[in-house]
């Protein structure tokens, strides 16, 4: 019990790290052979982390609408919310495509060859993706994890339950009850998170080879530059401009940054930024537990801006192709819009290149030679993914005034936090 109790004494973010460090240590020294073994504790965390999200969605969702009281109050934090989601995708596919032409990673990388396996993606018409945000049975939707069917559902129910008024109030306290138990059993399953860490890049590590990255190194490098710049000078410059600490806003969001790194997955991340966002930075939870989630399925600054910008310019320089300026806006609007088009499609990495590349007139047949790295690729994407998440939530709060000063500058435990237990940092 004392090593238990000495290790959940440890920051969470420090568990983490050391998890990382030891996989990735561990992945090195065992090799390809220890796949078998690391690949299991990884996969146990993201089937855990997966299990708990819809339900938390749902309840949150519907506990915060209720909370919320009204349409018109929804309708003003959505509108705000998806203004900065579209000014942080657009400023997003800016960085990639000035740190594209910077780095030119598609020139001087030699005769590459295709992926065996890939195959190019057919997009859904946006008719389609739009019809499929409605759910046809909200069960069926709760089942297979459709989260923006859940948050439509669940958004509807909410404002149902304020509609009714009193009549409601018992069900009202049962959601809230709900939420709250979701929100402990998510406290149960990030305990695992070290544990997953070092599953997930141990395995990343043994089973990934040198070979596969050289020839395509520079385009890494591009990528993780242009992701490094979104987060560090883009995101700081606009906490900057709202008058909030960045230096205790990466503080606060590092746990959160720590799982989307490793696990490459929004979702999977999404219990850690509710929670970072709330509990690290005093967001009200109302609308955090309304904003993240719609990031999490429609925010995506990595794979749907930064991602597709740098490929675009990687396809064109190694196609031989000249890229006019009609066509840096149609990467602009494709990017931006396309993020929310293809909000819920799996594959969104992917689906976005396709989108864009076929929409500025390049050879889709392109994205065949990034696939080989794209596990590589994804990590940064979904960190910065994520990142966005959390970024905007906290501005709107900010400028709402939902954002909790006291608890963003460390000076104050948030409402409804147990006695004794101090924010995740």
């Known amino acids: ?34 796949l078998a073994w690391f690949q299991p504790l990884g996969e146990v965390y993201v089937a855990l982390i997966k299990m708990i999200a819809v339900p ?29 989601f579209a000014v942080t995708a657009a400023l997003a596919v800016g960085v990639g495509l000035l740190v594209g032409h910077l780095t030119n990673p598609g020139l001087g990388v030699g005769q590459l060859a295709m992926a065996a396996d890939y195959k190019v ?20 939707a709760l089942s297979e994890g459709k989260i923006l069917q859940v948050i439509f ?9 304020v509609k009714i008024g009193d009549k ?31 599953g997930l890049i141990a395995a990343l590590v043994a089973g990934y080879g ?26 700081g410059g606009l906490l900057l401009a709202h008058g909030l600490s960045p230096r205790r806003f990466f503080r606060g969001v590092l746990p959160a940054m720590q799982v989307a790194f490793t696990s490459s997955s929004s979702f999977a991340s999404m219990p850690v930024a509710l929670r970072s966002v709330t509990q690290n930075l005093g967001v009200s939870p109302a609308y955090a537990s309304f904003a993240v989630p719609l990031g999490a399925s429609i925010k995506m600054d990595g794979c749907g801006a930064i991602y597709p910008a740098i490929s675009a310019i990687f396809v064109a320089q190694y196609f031989g192709l000249t890229l006019e300026p009609a066509q840096y806006f149609v990467i602009l609007l494709a990017s931006v819009l396309g993020s929310f088009g293809t909000a819920g499609v799996p594959g969104t990495a992917t ?22 790295i794209d596990r590589v690729l994804d990590m940064m994407r979904t960190m910065t993914n994520v990142t966005g998440q959390m970024l905007v939530p906290v501005l709107v709060a900010r400028e709402q005034g939902l954002l909790d000063m006291d608890v963003y500058l460390g000076e104050a435990a948030p409402a409804g936090l147990p006695a004794g237990q101090e924010p995740a940092r």
Do not use: H
């Open 153 to 161: 559902f669940a958004g509807l129910l909410g404002l149902a339950l």
């Open 1 to 34: 019990m004392k090593l238990v109790s000495w290790w959940l004494g440890i920051r969470f973010w420090k568990r983490v790290l050391a998890g990382f460090v030891l996989g990735a240590l561990a992945g090195w020294a065992c090799g390809p052979g220890a």
């Open 210 to 235: 040198f070979e596969k990255l050289l020839p395509l190194g520079k385009f890494v490098l591009a990528l993780y530059a242009a992701c490094a710049v979104q987060i560090v000078l883009v995101y």
């Open 351 to 372: 689906v976005m290149v396709t989108l864009v590349l076929s929409s500025a007139g390049l050879p889709v047949e392109g994205i065949g030679y990034l696939v080989a």
């Open 121 to 140: 993606r057919e997009l859904p018409s946006a008719v389609k993706v739009l019809l499929d945000v409605v759910p046809t049975n909200p069960f069926r």
């Open 168 to 198: 409601s109030a018992r069900l009202r306290e049962l959601f809230g009850e709900a939420n709250e138990a979701m929100i402990q059993v998510t406290r149960f399953v990030l305990e695992m998170t070290p544990i997953g860490t070092f």
């Open 56 to 84: 938390l969605v749902f309840f949150a969702v519907v506990n915060s609408v209720a909370s919320l009281r009204g349409v018109q109050r929804m309708a003003a934090l959505g509108g705000r919310t998806f203004l900065w």
